[in-house]
Every structure is written in structure tokens, then in C-alpha cells.
């Protein structure tokens, strides 16, 4: 049988609720929504170490975090992974491309590739010189180098004068066509063009927003900026004491204290989303024009999610849906995978980690043993199965460190630092608005998440449980040993 072409279309930043298909009332996606209509939701997939470094190494291994290695944020660590999604599905014959985010090291890492154009937004630890490699991001990355090429030396996209983990937002300052997501779908196209047709291909279409800055087209902008937005959830066991403490900050880790700044981080926000779909849409376009629609397969998913203000809280690597859960969905075309039916949604638990297994299956080549995740095709074929009942997530992170035990139906959180617990049943209050941690009807259920927590940090080298009770306060670092001894 021959290899369908595959079409891994990553985003950065794109919470689980912020598309039309998920039912947002106010964000307007229309090509993502033909291909939920197309296809199988998962309508339950996390990212169990929601931010960029971590959770990409659960895309690129197959692996859970405590084996993969990385806990949370941390650059300059160097990817030796002996089995990476790229690297077998080229073993397995195909043509593999990457154009945009790797946020790998070095910056110029493969990890099985064949080639990549490179993109990866603006990195603080590479802007002058990543250590020990040397490599300048003006000069590794691809995007960069162009827009340099076209713009002149000095263009930047700091130039609209906001940060790439702000919440400020203002429309993009330079033509539409020189915009970081219009830059991917330029590439891969431009790879569509070049391609072998006599070999299937693996592109990852791999997008850098809505991670901020939030600087869509200014028609983008206009698209919201009038609308009456759904305010940010907040429940009733939130505290302000941090947004009182870091709310005037523009790249805090809270929102905005000013309401009228949290309005505008949204507008831009979505703004980003929906440019992002339309880009997404001439990729699309572009295989049904070149008759590769129908031999394909589309997998579309994000590393994390974006708090925007819920919670009172910004940007990601808190234990919260708007930071962790995350689109995604299966679409295929009509001379492959004739056993998913379009329109359907799936249930069960699914994670990054499950994308590179899903992707060999498709591939029909064998998973390798170091991979934890598993493939989603039997839950795409039969969604009322599952490959797991509960996740465990988690992140260093100061003083929010935290690890957390999810299913279908509720979530129980424990910060490793204070030892605070919080639980929802996510089934009556997807967004978390009510915590359940001391009602006696819940204490039955609390025990038994909390004994997954304990058995998934058993022989942990940060000690956070003896095996019968979880410990409070252990040092974390966002780096485990099983990442650097590779």
C-alpha cells in the first residue's frame, strides 16, 4: 500500500478554546473548522510539560517528560536523542521537512530532518551567540537572515517595540507578506514545489504564533477590536495578591491589572489566531491544487496553551486548561485511512507524546522501545477507546512549580513548592472556576488521583514523594540527568 504524505501543522501557543470548531464565541477560524469537520477532535489532548522546550521534546521522542529529561524552561541543553519523529519517518522513506519552530539545540539541530527552514521567533539565549556553538540567530535563522535580505539589516521584529512574552499587542508594521506566519506557509510551499513526487513527505508546518508578540495584520486587528469579547475566567479560589504585584509589568507572568490591557492582549490574541488559519488555509489550498490533498494525512495540534488573563494569569506552564490543554485533530483525505469518519470526536486522554507513534502507524513503520506514547489511530478509528485514563503534567517553576493528574472528567493539582492542592471536576467546570479540594463528597476521588501523582513521581532524583505521601519543597530543576547524559 502506498505511504500517505503527512502534514504536521504545529502552532505555539493556541489554547484548546480559542477555535470556532471548540465553539468560542468570539474567534473566527474557518479552515480549521473544515478540518474538524473533516476529520477526529481530540477533544482531550494536553501537553504534560506545557512550554516550548519540553513539550516539543514529547513531539520529537515519543517520551514522557521524566524520560525525555526536560521538566521545564531551559536553553542551551543539547537534543541527543537517538530516535526523533523526523529521523524514523525518514528511515521509513520519506522526504522530511520543517519550516519555522524547532526551539532546539543548536539552533541548526535536525533531529532527523532532511532539511529545515528555520524559524524560531525570538529566542533571548541565541540572539548574540548560543553557548557552546557560537550561532547567532540573525545569522542560523532562516527567517531572520530573509528578513534582513528584504528589509535591511536593521528590521527586526521587536520593532513594533512589544516582547515576545507580552501581553501589549498592535498590528504588524511592516507588509503582510513579511510576517513571521505568512514566512512558513511561503516556505512550505516552496517546498510543495521542489519535492520528489515519486517519494511520500513528512512537512512540518511548524507556526510561531499566537505565541506574542500579538502583532497580526492590522486587517486582522479590525476583525476584533470592536467586538464584545468573552471576558478571562475567574473563580472563586483565585487570589489578586500576584496581579497586584506584577500586573504593571508588560512580560509578567500574571495579566495586566488594567482590564482595557487585557481587552486588547485578547484582540490581539485572536487576531493572531485567525491571520494563522488563513495562512493555514493556502496550505491546504495549495495540496488539494496540486491533487495531494487526497493522499494525505493533516495532523493539527499546538505545544501548549495561552492563560490570557484567566486566573489572572498570563502566558503558559501553569497546571490550568487555557495553559496546558490543547488542540487536536486527524484529517485525512479520501484514499487514506478509510476507517475515520469525519465529524467525530474522540474522548479519550491524548498527549504530545502520542503524535510521533500516531505518525509512524500512519507511516506503517515499527515505534521504536524508547517512545512512551501511543498511536492515536485506534481512538481516530474507534472514539469511544483510549490509550490512557489519566496524565500526569507538570513544570518547575519557582514558586508555581507544579504537577498535576488529569482525566476525562476532572483534575487534581499539588504545588511542589507549598504543597497546595486544588481539584476540579472539569465535566460541570471546564474552566475551573470552582475548587473542590475541600468538599467531603470528593475526598474518595482526591485520594485516588493523588496516589497516580505519587506512583508517577516514585524514583524521582528530586525526591517529591516517599512512595506513601507527597513532600513539599524539594529542589526542581527544569533539567532531569536523563537529558544531559545522553
Known sequence: MKQPNIILIMTDQLRWDCLGYAGHPDVKTPYLDTLAAKGVVFDHAYSACPSCIAARAALHTGMEQSHHGRVGYEDNIPWNYEHTMAGELTKAGYYTQCVGKMHVHPLRNYLGFDNVDLHDGYLHAARYGSVPYKESQFVADDYFYWLKQELGVTADVTDTGIDCNSYLARPWMHEEKYHPTNWVTERSLDFLRRRDPRKPFFLMASYLRPHPPFDAPQYYFDLYKDKDLRAPFVGDWETDEYLKRDGRIFDSKTGPIDPELARQAQIGYYACITHLDHQIGRLIMALIEQEIYDDSVIIFTADHGEELCDHHMFRKSRPYEGSCHIPLIISAGKNVLPNIKPASVCHG??????????????????????????????????????????????????????????????????????????????????????????????????????????????????????????????????????????
Open 349 to 486: 486522554v491524548a498527549e504530545l507524546r502520542d503524535v510521533m507513534p500516531t505518525l509512524l502507524d500512519i507511516a506503517g513503520t515499527g515505534i521504536p522501545s524508547s517512545v512512551d506514547g501511543s498511536s492515536l489511530l485506534p481512538m481516530a478509528e474507534d472514539p469511544k477507546s483510549e490509550v490512557r485514563s489519566w496524565l500526569h503534567g507538570e513544570h518547575s517553576y519557582g514558586e508555581f512549580s507544579n504537577h498535576w493528574i488529569v482525566t476525562e472528567t476532572d483534575k487534581y493539582i499539588w504545588y511542589s513548592e507549598t504543597g497546595e492542592e486544588q481539584y476540579f471536576n472539569l465535566q460541570e467546570d471546564p474552566h475551573e472556576l470552582k475548587n473542590l479540594i475541600s468538599d467531603e463528597n470528593c475526598q474518595g476521588r482526591i485520594k485516588e488521583l493523588r496516589a497516580h501523582l505519587i506512583d508517577s513521581l516514585k524514583g524521582r532524583p528530586e525526591g517529591f514523594t516517599d512512595g506513601s505521601v507527597l513532600i513539599p519543597g524539594r529542589p526542581y530543576p527544569p533539567t532531569l540527568p536523563s537529558a544531559t547524559a545522553r
